[in-house]
Nanobody, 121 residues
Framework: QVQLVESGGGLVQAGGSLRLSCAAS????????MGWYRQAPGKQRELVAA???????NYLDSVKGRFTISRDNAKNTVNLQMNSLKPEDTAVYYC???????????????WGQGTQVSVSS
């Protein structure tokens, strides 16, 4: 069994900052890419930022220069530092990880439960 547990969402004023954290636990052999997605009401879920096990990052154009993704491979955690937040960043943010479980040959995609980020104008 594998779990992704997120923390750090909340309400902030425009221009403020929040830091999201996600910890993976369970029978984990290895983790490939980890990332953060978001879904606003009435919109499709979109990739915000991703990071490979080697540290290569990828960002949604609208968050480049404001958000920073990082991970700790030893602790199986991924973080998203969000600065200069805008009202359009309001959404439920989901942690995602590509995980190979101990004793299982294939890689599975796992999701956290989601954490609400609300930015007021």
């Amino acid at each position: 069994q594998v779990q992704l547990v997120e923390s750090g969402g909340g309400l902030v004023q425009a221009g403020g900052s929040l830091r999201l954290s996600c910890a993976a636990s369970g029978s984990i052999f290895s983790i490939n890419a980890m990332g953060w997605y978001r879904q606003a009401p009435g919109k499709q879920r979109e990739l915000v930022a991703a990071i490979t096990s080697g540290g290569t990052t990828n960002y949604l154009d609208s968050v480049k220069g404001r958000f920073t993704i990082s991970r700790d491979n030893a602790k199986n955690t991924v973080n998203l530092q969000m600065n200069s937040l805008k009202p359009e960043d309001t959404a439920v943010y989901y942690c995602n990880a590509e995980i190979k479980r101990t004793g299982v040959s294939r890689v599975w995609n796992y999701w956290g439960q989601g954490t609400q980020v609300s930015v007021s104008s």
